[in-house]
């Protein structure tokens, strides 16, 4: 109850009382299947489509789309990724956004910073269409770049998506290096990553994506990995400013360096 009320209050805060009261009256509607499947993501789909205009500390932006509600409620309104202000975009600063979703993230971080650039992967063709919807209503297209592909590591998750799923048929891998060059990235400002138990490859001999990075928000996901492991390794490279939100044996965590790479340099 408290987080269905806080919520309200964070609707209330960056889309207005009316869409905040609309949900609510959603959530009634659809009580008996929030009590069965313990979420409210059936209040969300009632919204409908959107376009949903919010208002942020950080930036304003539309969001639009099936499902776009539920990604207003956990990226607008949760803050999980820019909570207490550690989203920060330097001007012309690079932004990478691994599992891009719809694009919700990265209407956030483009709106942080107009003169920011974002380059994010999303290996399902649905929800890439979804993304660049989200951009172009924005007008942020010219500031985005989207790689259709899979980076990571491939865990069971994965290979049944992959083997089961339309949405992923004939999307192709990438590896680190070649998304490196591909999109001449050699410093990233910020960088936001779930994928889903992929995400470990981070940690592995050889990765630069953490060296060159000096703000990362990342999902970190039992079943690919070690969480904790990961965060000693977030330590270990330089990352002292470190806020982790446990779930469980997962958690999101936010890690900053203390002087970033474009001051050390």
């Known amino acids: 109850m ?34 069965k499947t313990r979420n409210l993501l059936a209040a969300d789909r009632l919204m409908g489509t ?50 891009a979703n719809m694009g919700n993230f990265s209407a956030q971080a483009l ?10 992967i999303e290996p399902s063709a649905p929800l890439g269409a979804k993304w ?10 010219d500031r985005a770049q ?20 339309p949405a992923y048929g004939g999307v192709p891998t990438i590896n680190e290096d070649e998304f490196l060059r591909r999109y001449a990235i050699d410093h990233i400002d910020f ?16 990765s630069r994506l953490l060296d060159i990075t000096d703000r990362v928000a990342i999902e970190l996901h039992d079943f690919g990995g070690d969480p904790q492991q990961f965060l000693d390794t977030l330590k ?5 400013d470190l806020q982790v939100d446990w779930y ?9 360096r203390t002087a970033t790479l474009r001051m050390a340099a």
């Open 2 to 35: 408290a987080k269905l009320f806080g919520d309200f209050r964070g609707i209330a805060r960056v889309a207005g009382i009316g869409t905040a009261l609309r949900w609510l009256a959603c959530v009634a509607a659809t009580l008996p299947s929030a009590l």
């Open 50 to 99: 959107g376009p949903f205009r919010v208002r942020h500390a950080i930036g304003n932006a539309l969001l639009t789309g099936e499902s776009a509600f539920s990604g207003l409620r956990e990226i607008w309104v949760r803050d999980v990724y820019a909570g207490g202000g550690f989203l920060r975009v330097p001007d012309h600063g690079t932004v990478v956004d691994l599992g």
């Open 111 to 120: 709106a942080a910073n107009p003169t920011a650039r974002l380059i994010a």
């Open 132 to 141: 660049a919807a989200t951009m172009a209503v924005n007008g942020f297209q």
């Open 146 to 165: 989207l790689c259709r592909a899979f980076i990571g590591i491939f865990t069971d998750k994965q290979r049944r998506d992959f083997e089961n799923d």
């Open 191 to 206: 960088l936001k990553c779930d994928i889903e138990g992929s995400e470990f490859f981070m940690t592995e001999r050889g």
């Open 236 to 240: 270990a490279k330089g990352f002292a």
């Open 248 to 256: 469980g044996r997962e958690c999101i965590a936010r890690a900053a």
